[in-house]
């Protein structure tokens, strides 16, 4: 008999109707069939037990981590199942992919030893306040040796601020110890970041320090997110604090328009990410809505009083000089700025800028500043004193905006 491909197509589509119809597969095997015929001796219809064995349920191939996910609370957690979380000392916080996985939150405290991805440092206590003295510290190991960086989110920071004269953190102070220099910073920086430089390969760990003494109801809880050295997400070396929008906010440690005081001994750079066809970057103080007087730029001179601009590096008065003998104590570095509504443009430009006025010239008026140095970096220096010519000085805080190429630039 001669078995065409048209007759063998019509064979396969009735067993399959066939198949339908009954509900089931046949499971006795088939000789001398039309099989036999097509694929040889060797075709076996198989048992529904060994089909079955062949096959996992369908919930053994739904992907559940460690991808990110929120808590309920707000904590950022690792989506996981629910039996490693448990495992690894986690806290379930709901669920996640799908319900296939929870929200496995990471909590260390003083003498804990971080070893998970956004693990969260947080006062012993926590979430209620903190009153106690002494150090508190975490050691941080890297996940792998691929590991070039930390990045520190103050999701809550609150500890004793600086005394009043000289505005030293000599009550409380944030230490970290085993990577890049960071600045010591105290007082209260809920929101703000840090990123830390922890060195190639297997190096020694990073220990984050929370040192206290006296009475203050203490608050913190720092996110720590291990950065592989490929990643996207890494800043630029020597970046404390790294921005990647076209538009956003930077500040100093401890601001606050109210009862904010200026950290003394920073010397820390602050990046903003150069985005694609923009080539230049504008600057303005923040709206300062508690004060009938803007503060929210005042780094050098009696703040209690109208400070005007002061530019410049050079000169022997420093920021006791009121119309400007150079910023010579504490001041903040913009490459190059100069204001942004003066048509024609000067043909100079500055670098450094303190006093109590945001602006690139020297005087009373608050005005826009742009530069065009790029990559995008502010650098702030202050040095341990600050008594009797600098008092009450709040820190700085500019909202920018990156230009456009087209603009000129």
């Known amino acids: 008999m001669r078995i065409t491909l048209v007759d063998t197509c019509a064979l396969l589509s009735c067993c399959l109707l066939c198949v339908l119809a009954a509900g089931k597969v046949p499971t006795k095997p088939h000789t001398n069939s039309w099989r036999d015929l097509i694929f040889g001796g060797k075709w076996f219809s198989p048992s529904p037990r060994q089909r079955e064995s062949k096959f996992l349920p369908i919930f053994a191939f739904v992907p559940i981590g460690p991808s990110s996910c929120a ?10 199942p629910s039996k490693d979380c448990l495992l690894r000392n986690g806290i379930p916080a709901g669920p996640c992919g799908g319900g296939y996985g929870v929200c496995c939150i990471f909590l260390q405290t003083c003498g804990g030893i971080i070893r998970e991805n956004s ?9 209620d306040v903190f009153d106690g003295t002494g150090s508190c510290q975490v050691t941080v190991q890297k996940l792998h040796p691929d590991i070039c960086q930390l990045r520190l989110d103050l999701d809550m920071f609150s500890i004793a601020p600086p005394e009043a004269a000289n505005h030293l953190c000599n009550q409380d102070q944030l230490l970290i110890s085993g990577g ?41 809880r720092i996110r720590v997110t291990q950065i592989h050295c490929g990643s996207i997400s890494r800043a630029d070396q020597g970046c404390l604090q790294h921005y990647t929008a076209i538009s956003g906010r930077v500040r100093s440690f401890n601001y606050n328009t109210v009862g904010g005081r200026q950290l003394s001994n920073q010397d820390y750079s602050i990046c903003i990410r150069n985005e694609r066809n923009f080539c230049g970057i504008q ?21 209690n009083n109208p400070v005007p601009t002061i530019v410049g590096g050079g000169g022997g008065g420093g ?9 010579i104590s504490d001041w903040l570095l913009i490459g ?8 024609p443009p000067l043909p100079g430009c500055e670098d450094r800028v303190c006093g109590g006025t ?3 010239e020297a005087g009373m008026l608050a005005k826009t500043v742009q530069s065009s140095v790029r990559p995008f970096r502010l650098y702030f220096h202050t040095d341990g004193v600050e008594a009797p010519n600098d008092i009450d000085n709040r820190g700085f805080c500019l909202d920018y905006v990156q230009q456009p190429c087209t603009n000129g630039f």
């Open 283 to 303: 600057y303005n103080a923040c709206p300062d809505l508690e004060n009938n007087r803007s503060r929210a730029f005042t780094i050098s001179g009696n703040s």
């Open 358 to 360: 945001f602006s690139a």
């Open 119 to 127: 693990t969260y440092f947080v006062n012993p206590n926590h979430p």
């Open 336 to 343: 190059c700025i100069r204001s942004a509504d003066r048509i």
């Open 319 to 327: 920021a006791a000089v009121p119309t400007g003998g150079g910023c």
């Open 71 to 80: 808590a309920p609370s707000g904590e950022q957690g690792n989506c996981i």
């Open 180 to 220: 890049s220099p960071t600045p010591t910073i105290c007082g209260s920086s809920t929101g703000d970041h840090m990123y830390i430089d922890a060195g190639l390969g297997q190096s020694n760990p990073i220990v984050l320090s929370i040192i206290t003494s006296g009475s203050f109801p203490r608050l913190w």
